[in-house]
C-alpha cells in the first residue's frame, strides 16, 4: 500500500505540478489585477453581510464552512511538517501560495456561484457543476465528482482523525480507538442535519478557536521579544538558500511550503467552493472576494501562528538529506530555551516531528510548561473536527451532483456510513500513511480543479468587472448573466425573472 501511494504522490506532487501551481495563481492574480491586494476592505465588509434563507445560508457561514475546510490539521500539523521537511524558509513559501492563491480562491468560488443549482431545499454547487455547464463537458465533471467522494469519503477524512487521535494521546493518554469512537459520535449527530447544521455549528467553533490559538502565539511571541528580528531574518533567508545549513535545501523549502500550503489553504482544489455556492449573495463577485479572504485567514494567520511557536521557541529541526544510512536523519538548527528538552528528550523530540502536531506540542510546551502540548490537543481537535465536517459536505454536494431523487437520498446514507468509517479508522492508522493517503486525495482534486478553471475563468472575469462597474455607479451589485453574455446560470435567470416580477 505505501509504495503504490508514494508511487501516485511522484506523479500528482511532481516538481511540474509544484512549480505550475505558483505560476496558475500568479496568473489569476495578474488577470484580476490583484484583487487580493485591490478589494481587501471588501472582503471584510462583505464577509458580514448578507442573510441566510430558506434555501441558502450566509455569506458568513459558508466563510466558516470553507474555513472549517482551511483550517485543520494543516495549519498545526502540515505547517511543523513543512519546517521540518523544508526549514524555516518554507514558511515564506506558504505565505506566498497563500497571497496569489486568493485570487485562485476567488476565481473557482465565483464560477461555483454563477453555476450553482437550485434543490429542493438547499443550494449546491462546486467544480462539478461548473465542469459541466461552463465547459459542457460532463464526463469530466463526473470525474471530478468521483474524485472528490474518493478524496473526501475515503482518503482525507483519515488525516484529520489521525492527527487528532495522535494529538490527544500526547496530551492526556488517551487510547486511539477510543478517541476514534468519540470523533464519530459526535460527528455523526451533527451531519444528519445537512449543511444548516453544519453551518452553524461551523460560524461559533471556527471564529472562537482560531482566535484563541492565535492569542496564545502572540503569549509566546512577546515572550521570546527579542527574537522577532532573529526569526524574520532566518525565514526569509532559508527561503532562498542564503544560510549555510539552508543551503541545499532551497528546493525542499518551496516544493513542503506550496506542498503544505496548498494543502492548508485549498485554494485550486475547489473545496472552498462547494459551500461558497451554497451562500445568499445578490451578485457571484461577492461570496468569491469573500472566499478569498478566507485563505488570508488560514495561512497568514493560522499557519503563521504554528510557525511562530516552532520558532520563536527555537525547536525546531529539519531534515539531513545528506546524512549516511543509519546515521540521524535530522540535524538540530534550534536553540532550546531555559525550559527546553535535554538528552533523550531531544531524541524524542526529532521523532516527533514526522508526526507534525506532536512538533507544535513540544514547542508550545517549552515555553508553557503543563499548558502547551493540552492546549494544542484541544485546539487541533477543534481545527480538525471541524474540517473533517467540512469534508462530509463536500462529498455530499457530490453526491447530489451524481445521483437524484431517492436514489440520492438512498447514496447520501451511504456516503454517511462510509464517511464515518473511514474517519474512525484514520485515527488508528500510522501517521505517514495518512498524511500520503490525502495528498493523493488532495492531488487528484487539485490537477482536475485547476484543468478546470483555467478553462472557464472567463464567466469570473467577467463577474469581478461587472461587480466593480457597479460599485462605481453607486449600486449594490446585482448580477445578470443575459447582459454579460454568461450562457449556463440558469440560477441566476430565474432569480432575476422572480425578482423583476415582485
Not at 414 to 419: D, E, N, P, Q, R
Not at 425 to 451: K, Q
Not at 471 to 495: M, N, Q, S, T
Given at each position: 500500500?505505501?509504495?503504490?501511494?508514494?508511487?501516485?504522490?511522484?506523479?500528482?506532487?511532481?516538481?511540474?505540478?509544484?512549480?505550475?501551481?505558483?505560476?496558475?495563481?500568479?496568473?489569476?492574480?495578474?488577470?484580476?489585477?490583484?484583487?487580493?491586494?485591490?478589494?481587501?476592505?471588501?472582503?471584510?465588509?462583505?464577509?458580514?453581510?448578507?442573510?441566510?434563507?430558506?434555501?441558502?445560508?450566509?455569506?458568513?457561514?459558508?466563510?466558516?464552512?470553507?474555513?472549517?475546510?482551511?483550517?485543520?490539521?494543516?495549519?498545526?500539523?502540515?505547517?511543523?511538517?513543512?519546517?521540518?521537511?523544508?526549514?524555516?524558509?518554507?514558511?515564506?513559501?506558504?505565505?506566498?501560495?497563500?497571497?496569489?492563491?486568493?485570487?485562485?480562491?476567488?476565481?473557482?468560488?465565483?464560477?461555483?456561484?454563477?453555476?450553482?443549482?437550485?434543490?429542493?431545499?438547499?443550494?449546491?454547487?462546486?467544480?462539478?457543476?461548473?465542469?459541466?455547464?461552463?465547459?459542457?463537458?460532463?464526463?469530466?465533471?463526473?470525474?471530478?465528482?468521483?474524485?472528490?467522494?474518493?478524496?473526501?469519503?475515503?482518503?482525507?477524512?483519515?488525516?484529520?482523525?489521525?492527527?487528532?487521535?495522535?494529538?490527544?494521546?500526547?496530551?492526556?493518554?488517551?487510547?486511539?480507538?477510543?478517541?476514534?469512537?468519540?470523533?464519530?459520535?459526535?460527528?455523526?449527530?451533527?451531519?444528519?442535519?445537512?449543511?444548516?447544521?453544519?453551518?452553524?455549528?461551523?460560524?461559533?467553533?471556527?471564529?472562537?478557536?482560531?482566535?484563541?490559538?492565535?492569542?496564545?502565539?502572540?503569549?509566546?511571541?512577546?515572550?521570546?521579544?527579542?527574537?522577532?528580528?532573529?526569526?524574520?531574518?532566518?525565514?526569509?533567508?532559508?527561503?532562498?538558500?542564503?544560510?549555510?545549513?539552508?543551503?541545499?535545501?532551497?528546493?525542499?523549502?518551496?516544493?513542503?511550503?506550496?506542498?503544505?500550503?496548498?494543502?492548508?489553504?485549498?485554494?485550486?482544489?475547489?473545496?472552498?467552493?462547494?459551500?461558497?455556492?451554497?451562500?445568499?449573495?445578490?451578485?457571484?463577485?461577492?461570496?468569491?472576494?469573500?472566499?478569498?479572504?478566507?485563505?488570508?485567514?488560514?495561512?497568514?494567520?493560522?499557519?503563521?501562528?504554528?510557525?511562530?511557536?516552532?520558532?520563536?521557541?527555537?525547536?525546531?529541526?529539519?531534515?539531513?538529506?545528506?546524512?549516511?544510512?543509519?546515521?540521524?536523519?535530522?540535524?538540530?538548527?534550534?536553540?532550546?530555551?531555559?525550559?527546553?528538552?535535554?538528552?533523550?528528550?531531544?531524541?524524542?523530540?526529532?521523532?516527533?516531528?514526522?508526526?507534525?502536531?506532536?512538533?507544535?506540542?513540544?514547542a508550545v510546551e517549552s515555553s508553557l510548561p503543563g499548558i502547551g502540548s493540552s492546549f494544542v490537543a484541544?485546539?487541533?481537535?477543534?481545527?480538525?473536527?471541524?474540517?473533517?465536517?467540512?469534508?462530509?459536505?463536500?462529498?455530499?454536494?457530490?453526491?447530489?451532483?451524481?445521483?437524484?431523487?431517492?436514489?440520492?437520498?438512498?447514496?447520501?446514507?451511504?456516503?454517511?456510513?462510509?464517511?464515518?468509517?473511514?474517519?474512525?479508522?484514520?485515527?488508528?492508522?500510522?501517521?505517514?500513511?495518512?498524511?500520503?493517503?490525502?495528498?493523493?486525495?488532495?492531488?487528484?482534486?487539485?490537477?482536475?480543479?485547476?484543468?478546470?478553471?483555467?478553462?472557464?475563468?472567463?464567466?469570473?472575469?467577467?463577474?469581478?468587472?461587472?461587480?466593480?462597474?457597479?460599485?462605481?455607479?453607486?449600486?449594490?451589485?446585482?448580477?445578470?448573466?443575459?447582459?454579460?453574455?454568461?450562457?449556463?446560470?440558469?440560477?441566476?435567470?430565474?432569480?432575476?425573472?422572480?425578482?423583476?416580477?415582485?
Open positions: 500500500m505505501e509504495s503504490i501511494v508514494s508511487f501516485l504522490n511522484s506523479i500528482l506532487w511532481g516538481p511540474w505540478f509544484i512549480y505550475g501551481i505558483l505560476l496558475i495563481g500568479l496568473f489569476f492574480s495578474i488577470i484580476t489585477r490583484f484583487l487580493q491586494i485591490r478589494h481587501i476592505k471588501d472582503m471584510f465588509v462583505l464577509m458580514f453581510k448578507g442573510e441566510k434563507s430558506e434555501k441558502g445560508i450566509s455569506s458568513f457561514q459558508a466563510m466558516s464552512i470553507a474555513l472549517s475546510g482551511r483550517v485543520g490539521t494543516g495549519n498545526i500539523a502540515g505547517t511543523a511538517t513543512a519546517i521540518a521537511m523544508g526549514g524555516p524558509g518554507a514558511i515564506f513559501w506558504m505565505w506566498a501560495i497563500a497571497f496569489i492563491g486568493a485570487a485562485t480562491a476567488y476565481v473557482e468560488s465565483t464560477l461555483a456561484q454563477i453555476y450553482k443549482e437550485e434543490k429542493e431545499t438547499e443550494y449546491r454547487g462546486g467544480p462539478a457543476f461548473y465542469i459541466e455547464k461552463g465547459m459542457g463537458q460532463k464526463w469530466f465533471a463526473i470525474i471530478f465528482a468521483i474524485a472528490a467522494l474518493i478524496a473526501m469519503l475515503i482518503l482525507m477524512p483519515g488525516v484529520q482523525s489521525n492527527a487528532i487521535a495522535g494529538a490527544v494521546e500526547n496530551a492526556f493518554g488517551m487510547e486511539s480507538w477510543i478517541t476514534g469512537i468519540i470523533i464519530v459520535v459526535l460527528l455523526g449527530a451533527i451531519i444528519i442535519g445537512g449543511v444548516k447544521s453544519i453551518a452553524n455549528v461551523a460560524q461559533i467553533v471556527v471564529p472562537f478557536m482560531a482566535l484563541a490559538y492565535i492569542l496564545m502565539a502572540i503569549v509566546i511571541i512577546f515572550m521570546n521579544i527579542s527574537e522577532v528580528p532573529a526569526v524574520f531574518s532566518l525565514i526569509f533567508s532559508s527561503a532562498f538558500g542564503a544560510q549555510e545549513v539552508f543551503g541545499g535545501i532551497i528546493g525542499s523549502a518551496i516544493a513542503w511550503g506550496v506542498k503544505r500550503g496548498i494543502y492548508s489553504n485549498e485554494a485550486g482544489q475547489g473545496t472552498g467552493a462547494h459551500p461558497a455556492a451554497a451562500a445568499e449573495v445578490s451578485h457571484p463577485a461577492k461570496q468569491g472576494i469573500v472566499q478569498a479572504a478566507s485563505v488570508y485567514i488560514d495561512t497568514l494567520l493560522v499557519c503563521s501562528a504554528t510557525a511562530f511557536m516552532i520558532l520563536f521557541t527555537g525547536m525546531y529541526n529539519v531534515q539531513n538529506e545528506k546524512a549516511a544510512e543509519g546515521t540521524d536523519p535530522f540535524i538540530y538548527v534550534g536553540e532550546f530555551n531555559e525550559n527546553g528538552l535535554t538528552g533523550e528528550e531531544q531524541i524524542t523530540f526529532a521523532k516527533s516531528i514526522k508526526e507534525g502536531a506532536a512538533y507544535t506540542q513540544w484541544i485546539a487541533l481537535f477543534f481545527f480538525a473536527f471541524t474540517t473533517i465536517m467540512a469534508y462530509y459536505y463536500i462529498a455530499e454536494t457530490n453526491v447530489a451532483y451524481l445521483f437524484s431523487g431517492q436514489t440520492e437520498k438512498i447514496f447520501i446514507w451511504i456516503a454517511k456510513i462510509a464517511f464515518l468509517i473511514a474517519t474512525f479508522y484514520g485515527t488508528i492508522r500510522t501517521s505517514d500513511l495518512a498524511w500520503a493517503m490525502g495528498d493523493v486525495g488532495l492531488g487528484l482534486m487539485v490537477w482536475i480543479n485547476v484543468i478546470a478553471i483555467l478553462i472557464i475563468m472567463k464567466p469570473a472575469i467577467l463577474a469581478l468587472k461587472d461587480y466593480e462597474k457597479q460599485k462605481k455607479e453607486g449600486k449594490d451589485p446585482v448580477f445578470d448573466p443575459r447582459k454579460l453574455g454568461i450562457k449556463g446560470a440558469d440560477f441566476w435567470v430565474d432569480y432575476n425573472d422572480k425578482r423583476k416580477n415582485k
